[in-house]
Protein backbone atom coordinates (compact mmCIF):
# COMPACT_ATOMS: atom_id res chain seq x y z
CA UNK A 1 0.00 0.00 0.00
CA UNK A 2 3.22 2.16 0.41
CA UNK A 3 3.84 1.94 -2.85
CA UNK A 4 0.29 2.71 -3.98
CA UNK A 5 0.78 6.00 -2.13
CA UNK A 6 3.73 6.57 -4.21
CA UNK A 7 2.42 5.68 -7.76
CA UNK A 8 -0.53 7.37 -7.59
CA UNK A 9 -0.69 7.06 -11.67
CA UNK A 10 -0.50 3.32 -11.53
CA UNK A 11 -3.84 1.49 -12.59
CA UNK A 12 -6.68 1.52 -9.91
CA UNK A 13 -7.53 -1.68 -7.68
CA UNK A 14 -10.75 -2.64 -6.97
CA UNK A 15 -11.05 -5.21 -3.80
CA UNK A 16 -14.10 -7.14 -5.19
CA UNK A 17 -15.82 -10.44 -4.35
CA UNK A 18 -17.43 -11.74 -7.20
CA UNK A 19 -20.93 -12.37 -5.79
CA UNK A 20 -21.30 -8.63 -3.98
CA UNK A 21 -23.52 -6.36 -5.51
CA UNK A 22 -21.54 -3.80 -4.41
CA UNK A 23 -18.87 -4.79 -5.51
CA UNK A 24 -20.46 -5.22 -9.25
CA UNK A 25 -22.02 -1.85 -8.82
CA UNK A 26 -18.43 -0.32 -8.77
CA UNK A 27 -17.57 -2.70 -11.23
CA UNK A 28 -20.15 -1.41 -13.99
CA UNK A 29 -19.35 2.18 -13.19
CA UNK A 30 -15.82 1.70 -13.91
CA UNK A 31 -16.12 -0.34 -17.32
CA UNK A 32 -18.84 2.41 -18.57
CA UNK A 33 -16.23 4.96 -18.19
CA UNK A 34 -13.85 2.43 -20.10
CA UNK A 35 -11.24 3.07 -16.70
CA UNK A 36 -8.62 0.19 -16.90
CA UNK A 37 -8.42 -1.52 -13.19
CA UNK A 38 -6.70 -4.42 -11.03
CA UNK A 39 -9.24 -6.93 -9.17
CA UNK A 40 -8.03 -8.30 -6.15
CA UNK A 41 -10.53 -10.91 -4.91
CA UNK A 42 -11.68 -10.92 -1.34
CA UNK A 43 -13.66 -13.80 -0.41
CA UNK A 44 -15.88 -13.03 2.02
CA UNK A 45 -16.67 -16.63 2.89
CA UNK A 46 -13.12 -18.28 2.71
CA UNK A 47 -11.77 -18.61 6.44
CA UNK A 48 -14.61 -16.63 7.79
CA UNK A 49 -14.24 -14.18 5.38
CA UNK A 50 -11.15 -12.69 4.08
CA UNK A 51 -12.64 -8.84 4.76
CA UNK A 52 -12.45 -9.43 8.40
CA UNK A 53 -8.53 -9.78 8.50
CA UNK A 54 -6.73 -7.25 9.91
CA UNK A 55 -4.23 -6.45 6.63
CA UNK A 56 -8.18 -5.96 4.94
CA UNK A 57 -9.24 -4.01 7.74
CA UNK A 58 -6.33 -1.17 7.56
CA UNK A 59 -7.99 -1.12 3.41
CA UNK A 60 -11.29 -1.06 4.70
CA UNK A 61 -12.49 -0.20 8.55
CA UNK A 62 -16.15 -1.44 7.51
CA UNK A 63 -14.86 -5.07 6.61
CA UNK A 64 -16.50 -5.16 3.28
CA UNK A 65 -16.31 -4.89 0.04
CA UNK A 66 -15.66 -3.03 -2.43
CA UNK A 67 -12.72 -0.90 -1.92
CA UNK A 68 -11.05 1.33 -4.60
CA UNK A 69 -7.16 2.00 -4.35
CA UNK A 70 -7.34 5.33 -7.32
CA UNK A 71 -5.67 8.23 -7.75
CA UNK A 72 -3.28 6.78 -4.15
CA UNK A 73 -5.96 7.45 -2.25
CA UNK A 74 -8.30 4.22 -1.04
CA UNK A 75 -11.73 4.82 -1.31
CA UNK A 76 -14.97 2.97 0.47
CA UNK A 77 -18.86 2.49 -0.20
CA UNK A 78 -19.72 2.10 -3.56
CA UNK A 79 -22.27 5.03 -3.90
CA UNK A 80 -19.47 7.20 -2.90
CA UNK A 81 -16.63 5.49 -4.89
CA UNK A 82 -19.22 5.58 -8.29
CA UNK A 83 -19.45 9.65 -7.66
CA UNK A 84 -15.44 10.15 -7.04
CA UNK A 85 -15.48 8.46 -10.47
CA UNK A 86 -17.91 10.56 -11.73
CA UNK A 87 -16.27 13.82 -10.35
CA UNK A 88 -12.97 12.71 -11.41
CA UNK A 89 -13.56 11.14 -14.93
CA UNK A 90 -16.01 12.94 -16.97
CA UNK A 91 -16.04 10.98 -19.68
CA UNK A 92 -19.17 8.83 -20.33
CA UNK A 93 -21.39 10.58 -17.97
CA UNK A 94 -23.62 8.84 -15.25
CA UNK A 95 -25.25 11.04 -13.65
CA UNK A 96 -27.59 13.62 -15.48
CA UNK A 97 -27.58 17.59 -15.64
CA UNK A 98 -30.84 18.43 -15.07
CA UNK A 99 -30.93 19.06 -11.08
CA UNK A 100 -34.34 17.22 -10.98
CA UNK A 101 -33.48 14.03 -12.49
CA UNK A 102 -30.24 14.18 -10.72
CA UNK A 103 -32.24 14.28 -7.48
CA UNK A 104 -34.53 11.00 -8.91
CA UNK A 105 -31.01 8.75 -9.34
CA UNK A 106 -29.93 9.88 -5.87
CA UNK A 107 -33.18 8.21 -4.77
CA UNK A 108 -33.21 5.03 -6.61
CA UNK A 109 -29.55 4.59 -5.28
CA UNK A 110 -30.50 5.24 -1.91
CA UNK A 111 -33.51 3.38 -2.00
CA UNK A 112 -31.46 0.21 -2.93
CA UNK A 113 -28.29 1.41 -1.25
CA UNK A 114 -29.87 2.06 2.15
CA UNK A 115 -33.29 0.74 2.21
CA UNK A 116 -32.99 -2.45 0.44
CA UNK A 117 -28.97 -4.04 -0.13
CA UNK A 118 -27.95 -3.84 3.46
CA UNK A 119 -30.95 -5.76 4.80
CA UNK A 120 -30.22 -8.64 2.57
CA UNK A 121 -26.76 -8.56 2.88
CA UNK A 122 -24.43 -11.85 4.12
CA UNK A 123 -23.79 -10.64 7.60
CA UNK A 124 -26.99 -9.47 8.00
CA UNK A 125 -28.72 -12.82 6.87
CA UNK A 126 -26.05 -14.36 9.20
CA UNK A 127 -27.51 -12.75 12.43
CA UNK A 128 -31.11 -13.31 10.92
CA UNK A 129 -30.14 -17.28 11.03
CA UNK A 130 -29.96 -19.87 8.23
CA UNK A 131 -34.01 -20.41 8.80
CA UNK A 132 -35.90 -17.05 8.69
CA UNK A 133 -33.37 -15.29 5.93
CA UNK A 134 -35.01 -16.44 2.81
CA UNK A 135 -38.03 -14.91 3.83
CA UNK A 136 -36.27 -11.83 5.66
CA UNK A 137 -34.45 -11.30 2.59
CA UNK A 138 -37.89 -11.26 0.54
CA UNK A 139 -39.94 -9.08 2.82
CA UNK A 140 -36.98 -6.48 2.51
CA UNK A 141 -36.79 -6.77 -1.39
CA UNK A 142 -40.24 -6.81 -2.19
CA UNK A 143 -40.65 -3.56 -0.28
CA UNK A 144 -38.27 -1.87 -1.69
CA UNK A 145 -39.14 -2.84 -5.14
CA UNK A 146 -42.50 -1.68 -4.76
CA UNK A 147 -41.20 1.66 -3.95
CA UNK A 148 -38.88 1.32 -6.75
CA UNK A 149 -41.33 0.40 -9.77
CA UNK A 150 -43.59 3.70 -8.42
CA UNK A 151 -40.31 6.12 -8.76
CA UNK A 152 -39.76 4.39 -12.22
CA UNK A 153 -42.91 4.93 -13.40
CA UNK A 154 -42.50 8.77 -13.65
CA UNK A 155 -38.94 8.72 -14.24
CA UNK A 156 -38.16 5.71 -16.03
CA UNK A 157 -37.20 6.39 -20.16
CA UNK A 158 -35.29 3.53 -21.92
CA UNK A 159 -33.16 3.69 -18.07
CA UNK A 160 -34.04 4.51 -14.68
CA UNK A 161 -34.22 7.81 -15.46
CA UNK A 162 -34.58 8.75 -18.93
CA UNK A 163 -33.06 7.52 -21.65
CA UNK A 164 -29.25 7.82 -20.48
CA UNK A 165 -27.74 5.53 -18.61
CA UNK A 166 -26.82 6.42 -14.77
CA UNK A 167 -25.85 5.35 -11.62
CA UNK A 168 -28.97 4.72 -10.80
CA UNK A 169 -29.28 1.45 -13.28
CA UNK A 170 -25.60 0.10 -11.53
CA UNK A 171 -27.50 0.13 -8.66
CA UNK A 172 -30.42 -1.94 -10.07
CA UNK A 173 -29.35 -4.54 -12.05
CA UNK A 174 -26.99 -6.41 -9.27
CA UNK A 175 -29.76 -5.89 -6.64
CA UNK A 176 -32.49 -7.43 -9.51
CA UNK A 177 -29.66 -10.59 -9.73
CA UNK A 178 -30.45 -10.29 -5.52
CA UNK A 179 -34.10 -10.65 -5.69
CA UNK A 180 -33.38 -14.00 -8.53
CA UNK A 181 -31.16 -15.30 -5.96
CA UNK A 182 -33.52 -14.65 -3.14
CA UNK A 183 -36.52 -16.26 -4.93
CA UNK A 184 -38.25 -13.09 -5.27
CA UNK A 185 -41.54 -12.87 -7.67
CA UNK A 186 -40.35 -10.07 -9.79
CA UNK A 187 -43.74 -10.24 -12.11
CA UNK A 188 -45.58 -7.07 -10.29
CA UNK A 189 -42.43 -5.23 -11.21
CA UNK A 190 -42.61 -5.26 -15.22
CA UNK A 191 -40.62 -1.42 -15.41
CA UNK A 192 -37.51 -3.17 -13.12
CA UNK A 193 -37.61 -6.18 -15.92
CA UNK A 194 -37.99 -4.44 -18.57
CA UNK A 195 -34.56 -2.10 -17.53
CA UNK A 196 -33.03 -5.08 -16.05
CA UNK A 197 -33.48 -6.87 -19.49
CA UNK A 198 -32.25 -3.62 -21.36
CA UNK A 199 -29.00 -3.46 -19.83
CA UNK A 200 -28.53 -7.66 -19.56
CA UNK A 201 -26.54 -7.71 -23.00
CA UNK A 202 -24.36 -4.24 -22.46
CA UNK A 203 -20.88 -4.67 -22.58
CA UNK A 204 -19.83 -3.05 -19.53
CA UNK A 205 -22.44 -4.86 -17.69
CA UNK A 206 -21.79 -8.45 -18.60
CA UNK A 207 -18.30 -7.52 -18.22
CA UNK A 208 -18.76 -6.52 -14.39
CA UNK A 209 -20.94 -9.67 -13.92
CA UNK A 210 -20.08 -11.92 -11.24
CA UNK A 211 -20.02 -15.17 -13.52
CA UNK A 212 -18.03 -13.20 -15.26
CA UNK A 213 -15.54 -12.40 -12.55
CA UNK A 214 -11.89 -13.87 -12.02
CA UNK A 215 -12.64 -15.35 -8.53
CA UNK A 216 -16.17 -16.87 -9.39
CA UNK A 217 -15.89 -20.18 -8.80
CA UNK A 218 -16.12 -22.58 -12.25
CA UNK A 219 -19.63 -24.11 -10.69
CA UNK A 220 -21.56 -20.93 -10.90
CA UNK A 221 -19.71 -19.29 -14.17
CA UNK A 222 -21.70 -19.48 -17.55
CA UNK B 1 -50.70 18.37 -3.17
CA UNK B 2 -51.91 19.70 -6.64
CA UNK B 3 -51.84 23.12 -5.23
CA UNK B 4 -48.01 22.67 -4.48
CA UNK B 5 -47.66 21.52 -8.36
CA UNK B 6 -49.04 24.84 -9.18
CA UNK B 7 -47.28 27.23 -6.51
CA UNK B 8 -43.63 25.72 -6.46
CA UNK B 9 -43.10 29.15 -4.75
CA UNK B 10 -44.37 28.24 -1.90
CA UNK B 11 -42.29 27.37 1.75
CA UNK B 12 -41.01 23.72 1.35
CA UNK B 13 -42.69 21.03 3.30
CA UNK B 14 -40.94 18.81 5.18
CA UNK B 15 -42.62 15.02 6.13
CA UNK B 16 -41.12 14.90 9.83
CA UNK B 17 -41.19 12.53 12.76
CA UNK B 18 -39.83 14.10 15.96
CA UNK B 19 -37.38 11.08 17.11
CA UNK B 20 -36.66 9.86 13.01
CA UNK B 21 -32.63 10.27 12.66
CA UNK B 22 -33.41 10.84 9.08
CA UNK B 23 -36.05 13.53 9.33
CA UNK B 24 -33.28 15.06 11.35
CA UNK B 25 -30.66 15.10 9.31
CA UNK B 26 -32.97 16.81 6.13
CA UNK B 27 -33.97 19.84 9.04
CA UNK B 28 -30.58 20.38 10.35
CA UNK B 29 -29.47 20.88 6.42
CA UNK B 30 -32.70 23.26 6.12
CA UNK B 31 -31.43 25.07 9.02
CA UNK B 32 -27.86 25.89 8.28
CA UNK B 33 -29.00 26.79 4.80
CA UNK B 34 -31.93 28.98 6.67
CA UNK B 35 -34.36 27.64 4.48
CA UNK B 36 -37.92 28.11 5.78
CA UNK B 37 -39.94 25.21 5.84
CA UNK B 38 -43.07 23.76 7.63
CA UNK B 39 -43.05 20.83 9.43
CA UNK B 40 -46.20 18.18 8.77
CA UNK B 41 -45.15 15.40 11.42
CA UNK B 42 -46.04 12.22 10.38
CA UNK B 43 -46.19 9.46 13.47
CA UNK B 44 -44.15 6.37 12.73
CA UNK B 45 -46.39 4.81 15.80
CA UNK B 46 -50.06 6.15 15.81
CA UNK B 47 -52.63 3.76 14.42
CA UNK B 48 -49.38 1.50 13.39
CA UNK B 49 -48.00 4.17 11.49
CA UNK B 50 -49.29 7.07 9.46
CA UNK B 51 -46.22 6.33 6.85
CA UNK B 52 -48.40 3.16 5.93
CA UNK B 53 -51.35 5.32 4.64
CA UNK B 54 -52.44 5.42 1.44
CA UNK B 55 -52.17 9.56 1.62
CA UNK B 56 -48.52 9.20 2.46
CA UNK B 57 -47.99 6.29 -0.01
CA UNK B 58 -48.30 8.78 -2.70
CA UNK B 59 -45.84 10.93 -1.04
CA UNK B 60 -43.44 8.73 0.00
CA UNK B 61 -43.80 4.79 -1.59
CA UNK B 62 -40.99 3.59 0.83
CA UNK B 63 -43.85 4.54 3.30
CA UNK B 64 -41.23 6.70 5.71
CA UNK B 65 -40.01 10.01 6.60
CA UNK B 66 -38.72 12.21 5.62
CA UNK B 67 -40.39 13.82 2.33
CA UNK B 68 -39.84 16.95 1.21
CA UNK B 69 -42.10 19.04 -1.16
CA UNK B 70 -39.99 21.46 -2.80
CA UNK B 71 -39.78 23.82 -6.08
CA UNK B 72 -42.90 21.99 -7.28
CA UNK B 73 -41.51 18.09 -6.43
CA UNK B 74 -41.73 15.77 -4.10
CA UNK B 75 -38.53 14.18 -2.87
CA UNK B 76 -37.72 11.09 -0.76
CA UNK B 77 -34.86 9.43 0.71
CA UNK B 78 -32.72 12.04 3.25
CA UNK B 79 -29.25 12.03 1.63
CA UNK B 80 -30.62 12.56 -1.50
CA UNK B 81 -32.74 15.66 -0.34
CA UNK B 82 -29.15 16.89 0.79
CA UNK B 83 -27.44 16.89 -2.17
CA UNK B 84 -30.60 18.49 -3.51
CA UNK B 85 -30.42 21.29 -1.58
CA UNK B 86 -26.45 21.79 -2.13
CA UNK B 87 -27.54 21.08 -5.61
CA UNK B 88 -30.51 24.38 -5.90
CA UNK B 89 -29.76 26.57 -2.68
CA UNK B 90 -25.45 26.96 -2.53
CA UNK B 91 -25.45 29.48 0.26
CA UNK B 92 -23.46 28.10 3.53
CA UNK B 93 -22.69 24.82 1.12
CA UNK B 94 -22.35 21.65 3.25
CA UNK B 95 -19.81 19.84 0.52
CA UNK B 96 -16.29 20.66 0.13
CA UNK B 97 -14.65 22.12 -2.82
CA UNK B 98 -11.79 19.61 -3.02
CA UNK B 99 -12.84 16.21 -4.93
CA UNK B 100 -11.11 13.76 -2.01
CA UNK B 101 -12.78 15.83 0.90
CA UNK B 102 -16.21 15.37 -1.13
CA UNK B 103 -15.50 11.68 -1.47
CA UNK B 104 -14.61 11.38 2.24
CA UNK B 105 -18.00 13.63 3.19
CA UNK B 106 -19.74 10.74 0.85
CA UNK B 107 -18.14 8.00 3.17
CA UNK B 108 -19.26 8.75 6.46
CA UNK B 109 -22.56 9.43 4.97
CA UNK B 110 -22.89 6.51 3.25
CA UNK B 111 -21.36 4.11 6.24
CA UNK B 112 -24.14 5.89 8.37
CA UNK B 113 -27.20 6.17 5.88
CA UNK B 114 -26.50 2.35 4.54
CA UNK B 115 -24.17 0.64 7.20
CA UNK B 116 -25.87 1.77 10.15
CA UNK B 117 -29.36 3.65 10.54
CA UNK B 118 -31.05 0.60 8.00
CA UNK B 119 -30.08 -2.11 10.47
CA UNK B 120 -31.68 -0.63 13.51
CA UNK B 121 -34.51 1.06 11.95
CA UNK B 122 -38.16 0.89 14.03
CA UNK B 123 -39.24 -1.32 11.32
CA UNK B 124 -36.38 -3.41 11.27
CA UNK B 125 -36.42 -3.91 15.12
CA UNK B 126 -40.22 -4.73 15.21
CA UNK B 127 -39.26 -8.11 12.65
CA UNK B 128 -36.02 -8.23 14.97
CA UNK B 129 -38.38 -8.20 18.12
CA UNK B 130 -38.62 -6.98 21.49
CA UNK B 131 -36.24 -9.31 23.35
CA UNK B 132 -33.52 -8.93 20.70
CA UNK B 133 -33.60 -5.46 19.58
CA UNK B 134 -30.98 -3.60 21.71
CA UNK B 135 -28.17 -6.28 21.12
CA UNK B 136 -29.47 -5.87 17.62
CA UNK B 137 -29.20 -2.44 17.50
CA UNK B 138 -25.72 -1.98 19.49
CA UNK B 139 -23.93 -4.86 17.41
CA UNK B 140 -24.60 -2.62 14.34
CA UNK B 141 -24.08 0.58 15.50
CA UNK B 142 -21.37 -0.54 17.16
CA UNK B 143 -20.05 -1.94 13.82
CA UNK B 144 -20.43 1.10 11.77
CA UNK B 145 -18.72 3.21 14.72
CA UNK B 146 -15.52 1.85 15.08
CA UNK B 147 -15.32 2.63 11.25
CA UNK B 148 -16.47 5.80 11.38
CA UNK B 149 -14.07 6.59 14.06
CA UNK B 150 -11.06 5.07 11.97
CA UNK B 151 -12.31 7.21 9.16
CA UNK B 152 -12.02 10.23 11.52
CA UNK B 153 -8.66 9.86 12.82
CA UNK B 154 -7.57 10.91 8.95
CA UNK B 155 -10.47 12.89 7.74
CA UNK B 156 -11.68 15.41 11.19
CA UNK B 157 -10.59 18.63 11.77
CA UNK B 158 -13.41 20.75 14.04
CA UNK B 159 -15.58 18.59 12.56
CA UNK B 160 -16.27 15.09 10.23
CA UNK B 161 -14.01 17.04 7.22
CA UNK B 162 -12.02 19.27 8.08
CA UNK B 163 -13.10 22.45 9.56
CA UNK B 164 -16.55 23.08 8.07
CA UNK B 165 -19.86 21.63 9.03
CA UNK B 166 -20.68 19.13 6.18
CA UNK B 167 -23.59 16.48 5.28
CA UNK B 168 -21.17 14.13 6.94
CA UNK B 169 -22.03 15.99 10.39
CA UNK B 170 -25.94 16.72 10.04
CA UNK B 171 -25.72 12.36 9.44
CA UNK B 172 -23.41 11.58 12.70
CA UNK B 173 -25.11 13.83 15.24
CA UNK B 174 -28.77 12.05 14.80
CA UNK B 175 -26.56 8.78 14.86
CA UNK B 176 -24.86 10.12 17.84
CA UNK B 177 -28.31 9.81 19.55
CA UNK B 178 -29.66 6.87 18.65
CA UNK B 179 -26.65 4.84 19.88
CA UNK B 180 -27.29 6.63 23.34
CA UNK B 181 -30.95 6.04 22.83
CA UNK B 182 -29.74 2.08 22.53
CA UNK B 183 -27.13 2.50 25.43
CA UNK B 184 -23.91 2.00 23.13
CA UNK B 185 -20.71 2.45 25.06
CA UNK B 186 -19.79 5.25 23.13
CA UNK B 187 -15.97 5.97 25.25
CA UNK B 188 -13.98 3.90 22.68
CA UNK B 189 -15.14 6.87 19.80
CA UNK B 190 -13.65 9.86 21.44
CA UNK B 191 -13.46 12.09 18.05
CA UNK B 192 -17.10 10.88 17.65
CA UNK B 193 -17.76 12.54 21.00
CA UNK B 194 -15.45 15.35 19.91
CA UNK B 195 -17.84 16.78 17.37
CA UNK B 196 -21.26 15.89 18.51
CA UNK B 197 -20.31 17.68 21.54
CA UNK B 198 -19.21 20.48 19.35
CA UNK B 199 -22.20 20.50 17.43
CA UNK B 200 -24.34 20.05 20.25
CA UNK B 201 -25.18 24.05 21.25
CA UNK B 202 -25.20 25.00 17.57
CA UNK B 203 -28.18 26.58 16.50
CA UNK B 204 -29.37 24.63 13.43
CA UNK B 205 -28.44 21.92 15.29
CA UNK B 206 -30.50 22.55 18.48
CA UNK B 207 -33.73 23.35 16.57
CA UNK B 208 -33.53 20.37 14.30
CA UNK B 209 -33.03 18.49 18.06
CA UNK B 210 -35.98 15.91 18.05
CA UNK B 211 -37.32 17.73 21.89
CA UNK B 212 -37.53 21.01 19.90
CA UNK B 213 -40.43 19.65 17.06
CA UNK B 214 -43.46 20.42 17.13
CA UNK B 215 -44.47 16.57 17.53
CA UNK B 216 -42.30 15.75 20.47
CA UNK B 217 -44.21 14.24 23.23
CA UNK B 218 -44.38 16.68 26.30
CA UNK B 219 -42.34 14.11 28.14
CA UNK B 220 -39.85 13.71 26.42
CA UNK B 221 -39.35 17.34 25.66
CA UNK B 222 -36.39 19.01 27.25
Redesign the interface.
Known sequence: MANQDLLPESQPILYSYWRSSCSWRVRIALNLKEIPYDIKPISLIKSGGEQHCNEYREV????QVPALQI?G?T???????M??LE??RPQRPLMPQD??K??KV??I???I???V???QNLI?LI?VGEEKKKE?AQ?WIT??F??IE??LSTSAGKFCVGDEITLADCCLVPQVFNARRFHVDLRPYPIILRIDRELEGHPAFRAAHPSNQPDCPPEAAK
Open positions: NPMEDHLIESVSIYYETVLRARECEVASGQPLVHWHRGRAKL
